[in-house]
């Protein structure tokens, strides 16, 4: 089975500020894919970062970082230079080859002015 | 582009009754996805759709629910008869056919029984 969990119900950051989500990932998969999606208030969500557990190098989109260990089964999602375009609900996803998504809890993130 | 749509955005229908939500996929996107978060809860799959096929739908909670899609475009989820634990929100996403390719998501459809 796989899980997914994420510990932090809510978190909050001053803007310009950094803020890091946690994420832990099991499964017994030695292949799978790792994603974190936000959904902004009553928005859409979309995906925000994507993780091939095979490569070791940490994806990057512009302000958004992770840092995946994959002995550790982490999967933090870093945001730099926060804005207030960045609150929003944050969930941490995870699959294997059959592309069915087991979503954390959520996190929701508000960027203070 | 258009993206993922949904129909309709609300529902709010009465114990026994019947509901049909829409979704249309992403033009070219074989992959169709239904999830559904309820209330203070993560969001839960349903079932995947690879074009007009159920490849997987371990995650349809009772035979309540019936998924379709006809000729491999929009999909159709019928909930029939709504129960209270049915309410919450119903996304679909899709995919392009590539290997846990990112998955687009629509606005969902927030369904409320009464």
């Known amino acids: 089975a796989q899980t997914v969990t994420q510990s932090q119900p809510e978190m909050s950051v001053q803007e310009a500020e950094t803020v890091t989500l946690s994420c832990t990932y099991d499964?017994?998969?030695?292949?799978?894919?790792l994603f974190w999606y936000k959904q902004p208030p009553s928005r859409q969500m979309i995906l925000v970062i994507r993780?091939?557990?095979?490569?070791?190098q940490n994806a990057t989109e512009n302000r958004f970082s992770v840092n995946f260990q994959k002995a550790a089964k982490s999967f933090s999602l870093k945001i730099s230079d926060s804005q207030l375009g960045d609150t929003a609900m944050y969930f941490c996803a995870g699959t294997s080859n059959t592309g069915k998504l087991i979503f954390g809890q959520g996190t929701t993130l508000q960027v203070k002015p | 582009e258009a993206g993922v749509t949904q129909f309709p955005s609300h529902s709010v229908i009465e114990k026994g009754q019947t509901v049909t939500l829409r979704c249309d996929p992403i033009?070219?996107?074989?992959?169709l996805y239904w999830y559904r978060r309820v209330m203070g809860k993560e969001i839960k799959f349903l079932l995947h759709?690879?074009?007009?096929?159920?490849?997987?739908e371990s995650g349809m909670p009772n035979n309540r629910f019936l998924a379709e899609r006809t000729g491999g475009t929009y999909s159709t989820l019928k909930v029939q008869p709504a129960e209270l634990e049915d309410s919450g929100v119903y996304f679909c996403?899709?995919?392009?056919?590539?290997?846990?390719?990112?998955?687009?998501f629509g606005p969902g459809t927030r369904l409320t029984v009464l």
């Open positions: 996403a899709s995919s392009q056919p590539r290997l846990a390719g990112p998955q687009y």
């Open positions: 759709f690879v074009k007009e096929s159920k490849q997987d």
């Open positions: 499964t017994s998969e030695n292949n799978y894919y």
């Open positions: 993780q091939e557990a095979y490569k070791q």
């Open positions: 033009s070219g996107h074989d992959n």
